[in-house]
Each structure stands twice: as C-alpha cells, then as structure tokens.
DNA sequence: CGATTCCCCTGATAGC
DNA sequence: TGCTATCAGGGGAATC
C-alpha cells in the first residue's frame, strides 16, 4: 500500500527521468478513475512538457508547462514506471490503466490491478486545502497535532488515518507510530495525555525518514514496488506482524479490527507494549 | 461540524 | 484438485 513513504520513493525515483520530458501521446483506460474524462485528460495533456515532480500526502503531482497539473494517486495496488515500451489502448496487458510517451522515449506507465487509483489533468489542487500538514515539513507543528488529537472522540488509528489531520500516513505508518509511541490503536484519541500523544507526532518524522531509506515497505514480499519493480527494506515492527514476537519484549502481535462491515481497517500492536487504559 | 457507514474493485486466500 | 465466497483497503459520498 503506497503511503507517504512509497509515493515520496517514487516521486525521487521518477523526476530524473520525467522531469524536462514532453508528453507526446497519452492514453488511458478507466473513465471512473481518470479525470476530468478520459477525452480531456489524453488532449490536455498531450503536447505539454513535464516541469516537476511533486508530492503532497500519498498525492502525487506533477506541473505542466501551461499551469495544468498531471496528478497520479497510487490508491492501494498503483504502480508507476518510466519504461522503454510502447504501449497502447489495444495493446496493453490489463492491469496498465494508463500510458504517456515521453519525449525522450520512455513511457510513463500507470499499473493498477485494484483499480483504486486515479490519474487526471487538472488545473487545481484542491486537496493542497484539504490535506493537514505534512509530517515532514520544517514546521510541523507536533504541539498543535497533538492537541487536535486530543480533541477526537474516535481512535487513535483512526484518527491518524484522517487524511485532513495529518498528510500521507495509512495503514502500515499509523500503526508503526503507535507501536513506537507505545498506544494502543484502538484507545480514543481523546483519552490519551497531551504527553503521550506529543510523543505519537514527534515519532512521525523520523519513523517516515526511516522508511524513505528503505524506499518504503513491501509486505511478505507482495505488493507494493517502487519504480524499478524493487521491492521496499522497511520492515514494520507491527503491521502484518501478526503472531510473531515483540521485538521489544518478545509478546504475539496481535491483529484487531476498526468499524464494521465494508468500511473495516485492521490495526496490529503488541498487547504487552501497546496496552489499552 | 464530527463520526460512521457504504461503496468502488479484483487478487489472494480460506473454505468446502 | 478446483470452484466459490470472503476479505482487504484509500478516499469520497452519503448518512446520522
């Protein structure tokens, strides 16, 4: 599952190879997943050059020469590759959603088995207005997330899965940040201390830093991988952990679940390290 | 406004 | 062995 850490491996792996390049021809597949339509994304962004590479949460962006914006979200099964291939509509095998020739002669492909992903042209950003501030940056405010927390009355990992709270973290970082902070995922985020909770945001930075290291992190070998078909080096202490040892104090990992039905997520912890109050 | 639920989709896995 | 049912999961819309 690309998160803040696979799309920025991503995002790194790819503006060498993009960046400068004309759009020479697009095509794309899925008219649910590619904006505004697929008729409009293949003619605007044909013809423009690529000018950065740029990301925000698990969105990526990427400028175009004329103030419009080629946007790639990865969703939870995306891949993205700059590839010696000359794919087209009729040619490509099923998983490839979407294709842009490059000037210089590579092609930029969009692979997405799950289909959750999107890719589109856009003069906007909107979601620059709605993602919360970006772990990363020089002046994330830990203090003031913390408080924001504090005033949730859901769990925790639910709450740092809220995109609009904080940017880029999902499944795998949210539950590796309350493993190293030492919270039980499912504890309301509004019953935890100021303290404990300032421990949970000043953990985001380095725990993400780690996993750009490790160009991010590929489950059981499955999954996820970066441009070059790699897979990640980062390897969770909890999440998909479940039934081995604590690497702090030796406990099963355990697995629970958050909500019900379609709209349930999984969290994994150590019942020993990570204890609900 | 905040919280919860549903839905999109299909490869992988469990169950029979 | 092989078929079928269930599950997972990011994000947005709908609902309460």
Redesign the pocket.
Known sequence: ???LPEAETIRRQLAPKIVGQIITNAWAKLP?RTLPSIEEFTQRAQGQRIIAAARR???LYFPLENGDHLLV?????GRLAAEKSTLTLTSAP??VQAALTLSGGDQLVFRD????GSIGVSRELP?LQ?LGPEPLDDDFDVNAIARKLK?????IK??L???SLIAGL???YADEACFEARIHPAQI??TISIRKLQTLCETLKPLLQRAIAARGATL?D?GYEDIFGQHGKFIPHVY?QTGEPCENCGTIIQ?G?L????????YHFCPKCQKLI
């Open positions: 599952m690309p998160e649910r949460g698990k969105q979200h990865l969703g939870m099964t099923r998983h088995p799950r289909t959750f979601f709605t005033s949730r009355n859901t769990k639910t709450a899965l809220d995109q999902g499944n795998i985020a509004s059981k499955k998909g697995r679940v909500g019900a039905g379609k709209s349930a997520r999984s």
